[in-house]
């Protein structure tokens, strides 16, 4: 086979591996940015964490990343942190707000921690 068609190939191929949103990740979350105490609470501790449903890390990380997106706008990450408690796994993010604050969101990842 040619070179050039060989590589064409291959950049298909490539392309098509990659990865969409599944439709099976999910997150418990409000539908609007947090404008409670309660909703307030959400994600920010281990005892109220946002918990992640997903099928694998590719779908449970486009869900957290979808969650801040939702309930912190503007924000960005700072930093981020895989931790244990009790017997589930959590991620701890922590997020840079518009207005100079930050926040630290807790998602519970238990569900689908270490699936590929």
């Known amino acids: 086979m040619h070179p050039k068609v060989i590589l064409v190939l291959s950049v298909i191929l490539l392309a098509g591996c990659g990865t969409a949103p599944s439709s099976s990740s999910s997150a418990t979350r409000s539908p609007s940015p947090a404008t409670n105490a309660t909703d307030a609470k959400l994600g920010s ?6 918990v992640i449903h997903a099928d694998g ?11 801040i ?13 895989l931790m244990s408690h009790g017997d589930k796994m ?27």
Not at 98 to 115: A, L, M, Q
């Open 45 to 50: 501790s281990f005892d109220s964490p946002v």
């Open 57 to 67: 890390e590719a779908s449970g990380v486009a869900a957290e990343h979808a969650w």
């Open 69 to 81: 997106r939702a309930n912190l706008p503007g924000g960005r990450m700072l930093g981020q942190w």
């Open 90 to 116: 959590f991620d701890r993010i922590q997020i840079g707000l518009p207005d100079g604050s930050v926040r630290e969101v807790y998602f519970d990842i238990t569900g689908y921690f270490g699936k590929f």
